[in-house]
């Protein structure tokens, strides 16, 4: 096996050292490099050729196999349980941001299935920089009330458990190699194979929906998707905290005029669709230059090419008091739909979106938002009709409002853990 510090001296060796320095970093700190993120990752998605020639062996070694546990660094043995409870072990990935939506929900997961008085683990799967989870489970304490689960980042010290859960399609190869199990199950999220372009990402993260694990997914629509693979799923609704996301005031009254309209802008995430919005912000801005923009989602490297307020990666907690303070929510998916739409409807916002399966689910056109199609043109369209229609706007406020009103986490954080344990 080649050594890390021997594909250093290679490539410095080939195309010097400061090209070899900012590869390396590029590796340690994917999320620094958003620009660079979006072409080729750590991962080994979507390398760009010229990448792929220098760092070969970091595709390679991106390619999941049917192996055993032992070579994901597993003990032949398990660690004995510190109990008798019921264990879960969640392979989840190496977070950099706490509140970032796909880890908070497996962690507000997670936790509420301790309060029912089993041991909880999240188990870093891909770890490369912890020596040990203080720090992670320091992050978890802190954002979680009354935080149950635990960290461990060492494979050898996992024990025999009731449940192994996938949240990723990388996990699922672990969770299937994973011989200390009693059940095994598939946390989905996103339909992942959309991540990638056809190619062996996109395969593997297919072959995974195969592996027979009883599924849990977000929505109806991933439903469809896992159970089109031949295995059996349990949804949960998208719900909001609704101590963070509420209208601005208790009737839901929206303002006579749009005078400030935010928009979820996250580049390094393509299925955020982030150069859609920002083609179509171009033309509202233009057309409406008195409406201010209110961009959040990820700290942007360049100013756009219009006036608006840029404010970042944004706490959860700190959102909601963002989205009262506007009059349309705009927010694009181009897979799963993203929590967005759902916390903008909670905040008593009128949501623009893009239509399809995918978001429909959820997202119901003229009844709780107003979907168009995916071109800047369509969305300056369906921009205008709510700008100039206050009753319109109303229609879709309180439709929102409505459709959010009976879903909170707990109920379905429930259904999911009844759900559970009764696969058992």
């Not at 997202?363 to 229609?389: A, I, R």
Request: charged share 20%.
């Amino acid at each position: 096996m080649i050594s890390k510090a021997g594909r250093f001296l290679s490539y410095a060796r080939m195309y010097g050292y400061t090209n070899a320095l900012i590869l390396g970093l590029f590796k340690l700190f994917p999320r620094k490099f958003v620009l660079l993120t979006k072409t080729i990752s750590s991962a080994g998605n979507q390398h760009h050729r010229d990448m792929v020639a220098v760092d070969y062996f970091g595709t390679i070694g991106s390619v999941e196999d049917y192996t055993s546990w032992q070579s994901y660094g597993g003990a032949l043995t398990a660690k004995p349980s510190i109990d008798q409870r019921d264990c879960f072990i969640w392979f989840v990935p190496d977070w950099s941001n706490v509140w970032g939506g796909g880890h908070y929900t497996l962690f507000r997961f997670a936790n509420h299935f301790a309060s029912f008085g089993s041991r909880n683990i999240i188990y870093i799967y891909n770890n490369q920089r912890h020596q040990d989870g203080c720090k992670l489970q320091e992050e978890l304490n802190s954002a979680l009330k009354n935080c149950k689960i635990e960290v461990i980042v060492n494979p050898k010290l996992l024990p025999k458990c009731t449940g192994a859960i996938a949240t990723t399609w990388q996990s699922a190869y672990q969770v299937k190699a994973f011989e200390f199990s009693k059940k095994k199950f598939y946390f989905m999220q996103d339909y992942e194979s959309l991540f990638y372009p056809s190619g062996t990402a996109s395969m593997q993260a297919n072959a995974s929906y195969t592996f027979g694990f009883i599924g849990i997914t977000g929505g109806g629509w991933l439903k469809k998707c896992y159970e089109s693979y031949g295995g059996k799923a349990q949804n949960y609704l998208f719900a909001a905290d609704k101590k963070i996301f509420f209208p601005r005031i208790q009737s839901g009254e929206v303002n006579e005029n749009v005078t400030r309209i935010f928009f979820y802008g996250r580049p390094s995430t393509e299925r955020r669709c982030f150069e859609l919005g920002m083609a179509s912000l171009i033309k509202i801005a233009e057309k409406y230059p008195d409406v201010e923009i209110v961009i959040a989602g990820l700290d942007l490297k360049v100013n756009p090419p219009f006036k608006a307020r840029l404010l970042g990666n944004m706490k959860l907690e700190d959102t909601g008091i963002l989205y009262r303070t506007c009059d349309i929510g705009i927010a694009f998916s181009g897979s799963n739909l993203s929590y967005l739409p759902v916390e903008l409807m909670a905040s008593g916002l009128p949501v623009l979106s893009n239509n399809g399966p995918h978001v429909e689910w959820h997202c119901k056109h003229l009844e709780n938002s107003y979907l168009v199609d995916p071109t800047p043109q369509s969305v300056l369209d369906g921009f205008t009709e709510m700008y100039n229609n206050r009753h319109l706007r109303q229609t879709l406020a309180n439709g929102g409002l409505k459709t959010m009103e009976d879903l909170d986490w707990e109920g379905q954080m429930s259904k999911i853990h009844e759900y559970v344990s009764a696969s058992l």
